[in-house]
């Protein structure tokens, strides 16, 4: 074997953090080498000062590519190298088509032109090596999360590649595209592209990896090389959090009431083609004390049917119904929706949850000022006690309440975006991949407080593309698929299997 990558006692801070403390980590040439630890371990800081985000001298320790030592001044250096990284929060220009996007900076032209021919070709052939059917014309904004993902990666093969990495790929992806992004990853191992990836998702990495960096706390604690030993996802948590854990879920013990929360023929149209029905008349409903599961696959509309009942926040020609304790309610509006105590959180975190540049104690009580304030104005000591309260509670990992989110680790700015849904208090929480990029130690934190929050008498929604924890957190799972609801069914009864099956046998449209 040799080294392609070699990275020594790196030691980054930031004012009042140590994010990286003499860190070394070793890369094999064409192997698969997952990266892995809690929310705010440092990963996505190691990644990087490799890749010269943050440039050499601004770090300590050494870089050795391919045998020479690596002083990169910035991205366009380690690119150079060969040396993609593809960031955890996605990096596309929402306006712009899948073609203008992956020729970003490295345009097609001839004499100050752009070849459109040319280019939209070469984007064909790259959404081709990546199973991506869209039309280079499309615009990233029309694209799902995962799509968006997809063309990160084309972007990334349109350049020589020797080192891709990759920060969480496959949070925002489900089941089948998880699998077909790593099997082209194994694909390019065949061709002799190494790669770094991140994930939280274990049973990924025990299927790609060929050896394993754990982080914890800022430094390197472990490599595991699971060519020589089986590796067991056990043995990966605990070196990650440093202790065992043997449940996944928190006991619960459900107590079920009346209907709380109902949704009657809702029906949302698409906004650019409204004579696309999105959701397609959706009726369910949730008990108080319960949680209902939403499964489906990526596309079936469940974001949408949630945005949508949320304020009107997705969609146009929107008709159906909302009730809440058998009354209709207003949710015309986000504030209405708010008032009538339904709350949405949201997967995208970056547009929808959080004022970047604005602190952790800002962020917490956005949706319910009243919450801190004496009646007139902010109450300063009731805002920082609150925001110090869940930041103890949810674990979220930062040098203060003070520090702004932008500058968090992306699990924990997802906690942030949660501890502000739950400040509000709302008697209806709809939850949309709570644990998107959360750590094994602090799913179980947030699946705690979905239990809670049900056992305290609230109805609760889940929308998950994560089969095993729908299956674990829900009382009851409603099948979504191509907008329209396909099936019920209690979770006691409900398996990974059946899901699938009442998906299939509902058909595709089109
Ligand atoms: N620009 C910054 N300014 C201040 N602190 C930062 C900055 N970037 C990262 N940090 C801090 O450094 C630590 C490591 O963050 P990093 O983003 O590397 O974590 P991570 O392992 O990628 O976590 P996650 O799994 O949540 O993505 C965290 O405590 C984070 O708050
Ligand atoms: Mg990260």
């Not at 990644?47 to 045998?67: A, C, N, Q, T």
């Not at 013990?253 to 109902?262: Q, R």
Request: proline share 3%; hydrophobic share 40%; with cysteine.
């Amino acid at each position: 074997m040799t080294t392609i990558l070699e990275m020594r006692n790196i030691t980054k801070t930031f004012p009042g953090v140590k994010a990286l403390d003499n860190v070394s980590m070793k890369v094999e040439a064409g192997e698969i080498h997952a990266l892995v630890g809690e929310n705010g371990a440092g990963k996505s800081t190691l990644m990087k000062v490799l890749s010269g985000v943050y440039p050499h001298g601004s770090y300590d320790g050494e870089i050795r590519f391919e045998g020479d030592e690596c002083k990169f001044a910035g991205i366009s250096d380690s690119e150079k190298r060969g040396i993609i990284i593809i960031h955890q929060e996605l990096a596309l220009v929402p306006l712009l088509s899948i073609a203008e996007n992956i020729f970003l900076g490295n345009e097609r032209a001839s004499g100050g032109v752009i070849d459109w021919g040319e280019t939209f070709g070469r984007t064909r052939e790259l959404l081709a090596k990546v199973g991506l059917k869209e039309a280079p014309q499309t615009r990233i904004t029309d694209l799902g999360l995962g799509k968006q993902q997809l063309v990160e990666i084309a972007k990334a093969l349109s350049k020589e590649v020797k080192l891709l990495i990759l920060d969480e790929p496959t949070s925002s992806l489900n089941e089948t595209d998880s699998q077909a992004l790593l099997d082209l990853l194994l694909e390019f191992k065949a061709r002799g592209i190494s790669s770094i990836l991140i994930s939280h998702k274990l049973n990924e990495i025990g299927r790609v990896a060929d050896a394993i960096t754990v982080l914890r706390d800022g430094s390197s604690v472990s490599t595991l090389d699971c060519r020589a030993n089986t590796i067991e996802e056990g043995d990966i948590i605990r070196d990650m959090v440093g202790r065992s854990m043997t449940d996944r879920f928190p006991p619960r013990d459900p107590k079920i009431g009346e209907v709380m929360f109902e949704v009657r023929n809702w029906t949302a149209h698409h906004p650019l083609h409204s004579d696309r029905k999105v959701v397609d008349n959706v009726s369910f409903n949730v008990r108080k004390g319960e949680v209902v599961g939403i499964a489906g696959l990526m596309g079936a509309g469940r974001t949408e049917l949630a945005m949508s009942v949320f304020g009107r926040s997705y969609g146009v020609g929107i008709s159906g119904e909302v009730l809440v304790n058998g009354q209709p309610v207003d949710v015309s509006t986000v504030g209405r929706a708010i008032d009538n105590g339904i709350c949405y959180v949201t997967e995208d975190r970056k547009t929808y949850g959080l004022v970047l540049d604005e602190t952790i104690r800002r962020n917490i009580p956005l949706a319910n000022l009243d919450g801190i304030s004496n009646g007139i104005v902010v109450d300063d000591h009731r805002e920082l006690a609150v925001a110090r309260d869940y930041r103890d509670r949810l674990r979220i990992k930062s040098s203060s309440v003070a520090q702004e989110a932008v500058n968090l680790s992306g699990g924990n700015q997802q906690k942030v975006v949660l501890a502000k849904w739950l400040f509000a208090e709302p008697d209806v929480l709809i939850l949309d991949e709570p644990t998107r990029g959360i750590d094994v130690g602090a799913k179980y934190e947030i699946y705690a407080i979905i239990a809670e929050l049900a056992a305290s008498g609230r109805a609760v929604v889940v929308i998950s593309s994560e089969m095993p924890e729908l299956l674990g957190v829900s009382d009851r799972i409603y099948v979504m698929n191509e907008g329209r609801f396909v099936g019920e069914l209690p979770a006691a009864d409900a398996s990974q299997e059946k899901i699938m099956s009442m998906i299939i046998r509902s058909g595709h449209r089109n």
